[in-house]
Each structure stands twice: as C-alpha cells, then as structure tokens.
C-alpha cells in the first residue's frame, strides 16, 4: 500500500507513533489534525518555506527541516521559526498574499514533478502551523514515503 506524505500537529511522542504506524504502511486508530501532501518530500517543502519567508519578510531563516530521529529517515520536525512563517500565511495583510505564495511554490523547479494542488495544501499547511505555534507542546512534522 503506497501512502502519501502527512503534514501533522502533535506532540513528539505522538509523532513517533503515527509516523512508526505510518511506516508500517497502517494508520493508526487516533491521527492527529493532519493533512494528505501527495509524494511531497523535505526537498519541496523547504521551497514553500524559503517562499513563505520571503512573503512575510523573514527572508534568511533557516528553512531546513531536522529529522526527529536516525531509526525513522521519514519524519522530519519543522522548526519552530519556519513553523512560525508558515502560521504567518493566515494573517498577511494582503488577501490575495497566500494565494501569490502558493502560485509562486506549484511553479518552481522543486515543483515540476510533483501533481500537487498547491493553494488548498498551502492554506492547510498554514493552519496547521497557526495550530502548532497556539500550543507549545505541539510542532509540526512532515512524514515523507519519498524520503
């Protein structure tokens, strides 16, 4: 069974076990508020989040995502900046602002391959970010099959 990636809020230790039933190619019974990200792999959303920071103007973080742990090569952690650039997204002072960050990410070269409809993804990744950053014992991780 071929799962897409997840994009998920949760506590670490919950992370570890969705992200161990998801490598078994299972959901487990309680998921997390999460969202379907197609094949997408670290390598795109890395490109959202170098887009994403030049739209806030937060442009030189660090969008590099840090791998939870070396047992588990698919989950990765967002850090808490680019968590915070993300959740960003949902409050830009021009509306039409995600929808330029979206159109800007589904045409860039890290995009091409991918068939991926990027402005509903976008608005639902910046929700959950917004959600992450409301709790500080949530992050928000990315569980990749392609990685």
Do not use: C, N
């Not at 190619?25 to 887009?51: K, N, Q, Y």
């Amino acid at each position: 069974m071929s799962l897409s990636s997840q994009i998920f809020v949760a506590t670490h230790s919950d992370a570890l076990r969705f992200a161990d039933a998801l490598d078994t190619g299972s959901m487990p019974p309680e998921l997390p508020e999460r969202v379907d990200a197609g094949e997408l792999t670290d390598f795109e959303f890395e490109a959202l989040g170098a887009i994403a920071a030049k739209a806030v103007h937060a442009a030189g973080i660090d969008t590099d995502l840090a791998m939870v742990d070396v047992a588990r090569e698919a989950l990765y952690v967002v850090p808490d900046p680019l968590a915070e650039v993300l959740a960003e997204l949902t409050e830009l002072e021009d509306p039409e602002g995600l929808e330029d960050v979206a159109r800007e990410w589904a045409g860039s070269e890290e995009m091409e391959d991918l068939d991926i409809d990027a402005q509903p993804l976008v608005e639902r990744i910046a929700e959950l970010a917004a959600a992450a950053g409301a709790d500080r014992a949530l992050d928000l991780y990315l569980w990749s099959s392609g990685a």
